[in-house]
């Protein structure tokens, strides 16, 4: 069973290819601390699993997990933050570990991957599945509340425009007014769905939904231009072609 490891911080980098070295039958074929090089990578290089950190710089693991080819590998996500857990099992995900991750974890991690890419036996009929209960399958959320003032505002997805940072302070521009909050990005792009949000400038992060067009680096929101950072350019541009908007 091949594997490719991306993650941005050395220390877990190295955590995991020791746990691969120590599992028989689990050849790890490259590592990355840079999403881009690894979407490269995975792109050319057909691999059975990818452990896959979810917060990292210029392109999130939920965000590479969606550009990959289909049929793609089986995605492992390995974070510390616990809320994306929801999210990760929409992506269809094969497993979700949480930071510290300990080696028996991976290793029952390994083994339930290596029975789903196990033939499956023949059978003659299958049973009727049973309906899922309607209260059994968790519903992501369609909201954040900022602090505004004295009082925790509700923000909804479906409004906002776009972020703007100002120094310890973001103005959110909805489409119904602006709040401000004093508020990092980091937060906010931990609770933001990343398929509909992107980062595009060390100030800046908008609505996909909610682009105008795209031009000289730059884009249109709500009327008004709004600059793609060079950081965040390659990470922009491949979201942009995912969404078959160009």
Known sequence: MTCVILDDEPLALDLLADYCAQVPGLELTAQFDDALQG??????NPVDVVFLDIHMPRLTGVQLA??????????VFTTAYDQYAVRSYELNAADYLLKPIAFERFVQTV???????????????APAAAPA???????????????????????????????????EYLMIYTATGKVLTLQ????????LPPERFARIHKSFLVALSRIEHVERGK??????????????RDSFNALIKAYNLL
Do not use: C, W
């Open 39 to 44: 979407l490269a990578y995975l792109q050319d």
């Open 219 to 232: 884009v249109q929101v709500a009327g008004r231009l709004l600059p793609i950072g060079d950081t965040y």
């Open 111 to 125: 083994q339930k991957l290596r029975q789903q890419l196990q033939p499956a036996a023949p059978v003659t009929a």
């Open 184 to 191: 990092s990005f980091r937060r906010v792009e931990e609770v």
């Open 66 to 75: 969606q550009l990959l080819p289909q049929p793609g590998p089986r995605i």
């Open 133 to 167: 209960h309607p209260e059994a399958t968790p519903t992501a959320p369609d909201a954040m509340f900022v602090k505004n003032d004295h009082r925790l505002q509700r923000v909804a997805f479906d409004d906002i425009l776009y972020i703007e940072g100002m120094k």
